[in-house]
């Protein structure tokens, strides 16, 4: 089953509008959430990271909003460029004793109109 | 600079044949994981490790084998490829934080 969701699947909007992508978990006790940046014909890159005891990251032009309660996140990205069209992946870690292992939401493709 | 390599980038194998994707880390890290990568499932992980000598199975395992040799190096061995086993993989390395450093990908195709 997938313990982490995204959506949308796939986004659009133009340049200079905000994007807005969402995440969702089910495991409580995640307590670590990155977002990666993938560019086609490469390996994904992190972006933004935000842990539990925090509700708000920002890094320039993004942000990450998060809601432990509702076991929800989002990634806001304002003034969007079209260098910033790319696969976006959402990301949980569960503490294992030192290695920290990702589970993957299924990632949404954003695509920013000039 | 730091980086993680992988080779070959590109792999055509046929079906029963043995396969071995490499992975190079220059970050010192010492834990190291394979993924695969496909559309609707994002990144699963297939095997990781916690340091030379060790291998650990993750999420989807079965068919696959991985090997450790040193800190630098991590292999992911097909040795049954089946078409199924068709996808980009990725290794990555990571310290004792939770972040995770990827390598550029190769792209396999099982005939």
């Known amino acids: 089953q997938q313990q982490v969701r995204q959506s949308p699947q796939s986004l659009t909007v133009w340049e200079g509008e905000t994007a807005i992508l969402n995440c969702s978990y089910e495991?409580?006790?995640?307590?670590?959430f990155p977002w990666y940046q993938q560019f086609p014909g490469e390996g994904p890159a992190l972006l933004i990271s935000?842990?539990?005891?925090?509700d708000k990251k920002e890094d320039g032009r993004f942000t990450i909003f998060f809601n432990k309660r509702e076991k929800k996140l989002s990634l806001h990205i304002t003034d969007s460029q079209p260098g910033d069209s790319a696969t976006y992946f959402c990301a949980a870690s569960i503490p294992t004793g030192g290695n920290n292992k990702l589970t993957f939401g299924q990632g949404t493709v954003l695509s920013v109109i000039p | 600079e730091a980086a993680v390599t992988q080779s070959p980038r590109n792999k055509v194998a046929v079906t029963g044949g043995k396969v071995t994707l490499s992975c190079n880390q220059t970050n010192n890290h010492n834990n190291m994981y394979w993924y695969r990568q496909d559309t609707g499932h994002g990144l699963r992980l297939i095997h990781y490790s916690y340091g030379a000598g060790s291998t650990e199975k993750g999420d989807i395992p079965d068919g696959y084998k991985a090997s450790r040799p040193s800190q630098e190096n991590f292999s992911l061995i097909l040795e049954l490829a089946t078409p199924s086993q068709t996808s980009v993989y990725f290794c990555a390395s990571g310290g004792g934080g939770a972040e995770q450093y990827f390598g550029p990908g190769t792209r396999l195709t099982v005939l």
């Open positions: 935000i842990s539990s005891v925090s």
């Open positions: 495991d409580s006790t995640f307590n670590y």
